[in-house]
């Protein structure tokens, strides 16, 4: 990122007194990794800084214990630069538990986001495609040209092995490495960051996967697309906590042969959440997102939609999911 995007958003965060920091809904290993990485490295500027978590921190994610605020401040005037990393669009904002941007925050806004249909609804927006959120956050507090704490990088390194799947997913660019480069050589702690976020499933956990693989994994396509639902009985069964689940899809993306794999799961009511990794370039899965409301990545993307069971979101996604292949293919699965 230049000098030029970066100085303004630099010269802000300095002349501030107080600031907020906030990530979307149901935060993942880059929002809680690119937000708490820059409230690490403000703190140690002495800048006073709060971060607002309505959802909490997921375990997985908890690389050290950490204060925050669950409810929006009630003295928001307190706070002259209020920063959204990490959120899409607006409505997954997580500044209160249903989500969205308050219009007591419009006028300070600056959003850091490094997904390609961000619309830049911030008054200040910082957007760049880099591969995480957590490597932009990075080469700004690196512009400061100050030290950064072991506790920042380390934060960094989280957003950015979590969101390039720990270098194995098409984002892994050049840009993305040196960033991982530039992290170990400011004192990032690799070894504690990857016993976190990859060699610490619980065990109960290892145990709902394989019961997810056995009973719940449906096919299409000559196996080449592969779906599991998540139901309350299998996620009561092992008191398993969808917010740690980020995981699992990994489990149907590793099995070979699969090229668009997906996990539908309930979220309340009749919503249901879609959510969809593909394996293969030529069958990207954002326009299908898309065309139903969601967003992501071409390679990893979900939707949110109403359904009545889980036999219909699944019918319904066998269904779209033929969308990605051709006539002849299609003809050749029959
Ligand atoms: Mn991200």
Redesign the pocket.
Known sequence: MSEELLAPVRNRMLQAKNILLATHLKPDG??IGSTLGVAEFLKSLNKTCSVLLPDGIPELYSLQEYEYLTALPEDIAAYDLVILL?TAVPQRAGFAKDGGVPACVTDRLQLID?HPDNPAYGKWNLLDHRA??AEMAFALCESFGKPLPESSVNFFLMGLLT?TGGFRFDNTDPAALRSGARLLEYGANLNKVVNKIYFSKPYAQQQFEAELLDKYLFWTCNKRVAWSVVTQELLDKYAFDLRNAEGVIDQLRAIAGTEVVAIISRRNGNSYRISMRSKNPARPVIDMARKFNGGGHAMAAGMSMNFNSFEEASAFFEREVKCLFSAEELKEFA
């Open positions: 880059d929002a990490d490094h995480a959120t969101d």
